[in-house]
């Protein structure tokens, strides 16, 4: 037993924290919140070149090769650096929808495009209001084509591919429902730009009007695709939440050391330690978590769904918390455009919805303990 | 990163397993599995003896204290083994609990300070339980401040001799030693002035008074000590040294509440898996499931927080500071978590008789006695800045009685 990242890995997160400090400074996230651009593509390309985007992806189809445990590396700095990149989109959701179901064609298709950079994928998976549910799923295949409406949709506007959820039969039951390949850009598809609480994140609407669909992975299975694909997705996404609440403590910790009033450092209030003590509490128990879902993700165990639920719930909890009390330590500075407090608030509060909210994660790890304690 | 067995590892836990299988009090097991904090009591027979006699058996196979040398009455396991250990031996593991202190606080000191005669000679027999270990460091006057203790320690001859009073002393009732810190100089500045020794309970002079608990139990102790006589040789530590290696104590102490204890979340996922509501099940009610997410994930965090840190111990660092989390987190927890069960049961959630079957009290007792999780072995203030001074780094609070030397710090507040 050994409950750390190895040596190289380590490394791995070393080389990735410095690359992201050069590459990703808090100006290129400012330009895409101020709206100057959608997203950081001189990132996009720097990340493609250090083999970022393909580091979970098969050597045969252009990627690393290396595996989960170094995508969880990676997505942590992502998340501390608040990358204003489509990486969640395309690395957490598209491309672990592709190798879990994609046929040898559309991963030969799409893979090598996303490690080298050269496509955007999403998934449309919502929509509206609620959480994933099959009932919820309107939009309708048939005859290879899509019609309905997908909202949110994660980087939907820049977005070159989708993988889509869509409705093949009229009950409640998972069966219903089935996977479909959509190339946005051949024509069928309609993006309209949606705002959020998160401009460095942009999300948006897409209207399918006869658009031309090719069937990821059987038809039927759809259901249960999109539930593995969401449960890695949130280990991914809770490495990312956790490089946030580390960053949010810090920069509370950093300010309660420079900042003076009555005559001494804030830091040296217990008032003021013990809300920065308990966001150290809750980060490290997000990481915890994060740690043994990352090995369940990468050693395919019997517990993974246990232990990617409670990673999710755990890290959505830690990002907030630290984002929240990351302002309230500043003080009124704080709460100023200015500082970078608002952006972190902004990250935990959109990602702690995206991939399903608290209620149905919680729901998830209840079922699922549920399940293997019967078993 | 790997949290299944090495080949080794496996081969660890079979031996471990088969053992355990062999010898464990079976008897006990069910009553075992379902108490929880406050609530680890056998009826119709002292659980002291229990525990003694499970403690002994261990030992006489070499399943005691594993990480302590062999020489000294352990198994010379590594870190990783102790692991394996703890959860093959299960609901068997609260049997330690009156141990705890001896082996998770006293035992470390005696070994880290005490010279090789001392413990060839002490240690055996407290890995064994047959001797059994108290920590008396809180006075009066001296709690979360404990360098603001009392108790004299005075030189004479080869001896010394020890004048003073110590409170909230677990176990002290039915200890054989206990460590002792005392102040040797008044006129230093109150860090500079501590002694640390050990000592035999029966010495003459002890008195030891049980406290009748907020639970209505009597877990803990005053002791009072007058002209108690300790030889030099028991001693552990240079004279008014005492500071620094009580933070040896304080620091396993943490590590050892933090790790032993159990969350109340398995006995609450167990209640609630049962529990009928008005309108149905409360396992499908989406509060229920709500609260249940949030301690199940505090409880696995906390799980996997000390896994890390055995891994650090395993690649030799030192228990830090950061394994105050461990006791942080659990007794808020264990706290909340005893209120809501009783929640969930209406009117009848206050009833502590016998013949409430449901959940046998046990989130009853646990309320009562989880304030003192809070406070035992550091409150959670003082818990929260250690945290944030040494593992944050955030500047030491301004003490006003730093540089005062002891005897002229004020002793009343008006």
């Known amino acids: ?375 | 990163m790997n949290f299944d067995d090495t080949p080794q590892e496996a081969a660890f836990r079979a031996e471990a397993r088969a053992w355990i299988a062999a010898n464990a009090p079976k008897q006990y097991e069910e009553e075992l599995r379902k108490s929880s904090l406050g609530g680890t009591v056998l009826k119709n027979v002292n659980i002291l003896e229990v525990a003694k006699a499970w403690q002994k058996k261990k030992a006489d196979a070499g399943w005691a204290c594993l990480h302590w040398p062999k020489e000294y009455g352990g198994r010379g396991s590594s870190s990783i083994e102790c692991v394996i250990w703890q959860q093959e031996e299960g609901p068997f593991g609260k049997l330690s609990g009156m141990f705890f202190i001896g082996h998770g606080m006293c035992g470390p000191t005696i070994m880290a300070f005490a010279g090789e005669a001392e413990k060839k000679k002490y240690l055996p027999p407290l890995a064994s339980g047959e001797k059994v270990w108290c920590q008396l460091f809180s006075e009066p006057a001296g709690g979360s401040d404990i360098a603001g203790l009392r108790t004299r320690a005075e030189k004479r001859g080869d001896n010394w001799i020890i004048n003073g009073q110590k409170i909230w002393t677990s176990g002290a009732h039915y200890s054989d030693y206990g460590i002792l810190l005392t102040r040797t100089d008044p006129a230093v500045a109150k860090h500079k002035g501590l002694t640390m020794f050990f000592l035999d309970m029966k010495s003459p002079g002890v008195e030891i008074r049980p406290i009748k608990q907020a639970s209505g139990a009597s877990d803990f102790n005053e002791v009072y000590f007058a002209d108690v006589t300790i030889p030099d040789s028991q001693r552990l530590g240079a004279v008014n040294d005492g500071w620094n290696v009580s933070l040896t104590t304080l620091m396993n102490e943490r590590m050892s509440i933090g790790a032993g204890v159990s969350t109340g979340f398995p006995e609450l996922f167990d209640f609630c898996n049962s529990l009928m509501l008005e309108d149905g099940p409360a396992i499908q009610d989406r509060s229920v499931r709500s609260r249940l997410a949030n301690y199940a994930v505090k409880a696995s965090g906390l799980k996997y927080t000390s896994m890390r840190a055995i891994s650090a111990l395993s690649n030799g660092e030192r228990p830090g500071p950061e394994n105050s989390i461990g006791k942080l987190v659990l007794g808020a927890m264990l706290q909340d978590i005893a209120s809501y069960a009783m929640d969930l049961e209406g009117a009848a959630g206050a009833l502590t008789s016998a013949d409430e079957e449901i959940v046998n009290g046990q989130f009853q007792q646990m309320l009562l006695t989880s304030p003192s999780m809070r406070i035992a072995g550091g409150t959670d203030e003082i818990l929260r800045n250690i945290i944030a001074e040494r593992v944050l780094g955030l500047p030491g609070d301004i003490r006003v009685d730093k540089d005062v030397p002891f005897n002229k710090i004020p002793t009343k507040g008006r």
């Open chain 1, 1 to 375: 037993m050994n409950f750390d990242f190895s040596d190289e890995q380590k490394q791995m997160r070393d080389a990735a924290r410095q690359s992201l400090a050069e590459k990703c400074p808090p100006k290129a996230v400012r330009e895409v919140l101020d709206g100057k651009a959608t997203h950081d593509k001189a990132l996009w390309a720097g990340l493609a070149e250090m083999g970022f985007l393909g580091v979970a992806i098969p050597e045969e189809f252009g990627g690393a090769g290396a595996g989960h445990l170094e995508l969880c590396v990676i997505a942590e700095e992502m998340g501390r650096a608040l990358a204003p990149v489509r990486f969640s989109s395309t690395v957490y959701l598209a491309a672990e929808a592709l190798l879990l179901a994609g046929s040898d064609a559309q991963k030969q298709k799409w893979l090598p495009k996303i490690a080298a950079g050269e496509a955007i994928g999403t998934l449309a998976l919502f929509e509206g209001k609620g959480n994933p549910a099959p009932q919820g799923i309107k939009l309708q295949a048939s005859g290879g084509t899509l019609n309905g409406v997908k909202k949110p949709v994660p980087d939907g506007a820049i977005a070159d591919f989708a993988v889509v959820a869509a409705r093949t039969g009229s009950t409640r039951r998972d069966a219903d429902i089935s996977l479909s390949l959509v190339d946005l850009k051949a024509g069928g598809v309609e993006a309209r730009a949606l705002t959020n609480i998160d401009p460095t994140h942009g999300q948006a609407e897409l209207t399918f009007k006869n658009a031309k669909a090719e069937p990821l992975g059987a038809a039927g299975e759809g259901w249960g695709i999109l539930t593995q694909v969401l449960d890695r997705a949130a280990v991914l996404m809770a490495f990312e939440q956790l490089g946030g609440s580390d960053r949010a403590l810090e920069m509370g910790r950093d300010y309660a050391l420079d900042r003076i009033a009555f005559g001494r450092p804030i830091g040296s209030f217990q008032a003021v330690k013990h809300i920065l003590a308990d966001m150290y509490v809750s980060a490290t128990l997000a990481r915890s978590n994060c740690y043994y879902s990352a090995w369940a993700l990468s050693t395919n165990a019997a517990d993974f769904p246990e232990a990617a639920a409670a990673a999710r719930i755990s890290a959505t909890q830690a990002f907030q918390h630290c984002s929240k009390n990351n302002i309230q330590v500043h003080g009124g500075m704080g709460f100023t455009w200015e500082s970078d407090c608002h952006i972190y608030y902004r990250r935990a509060n959109a990602t702690a919805v995206a991939l399903g909210s608290l209620s149905y994660w919680e729901r998830q790890l209840i079922d699922r303990m549920r399940k293997k304690n019967a078993a």
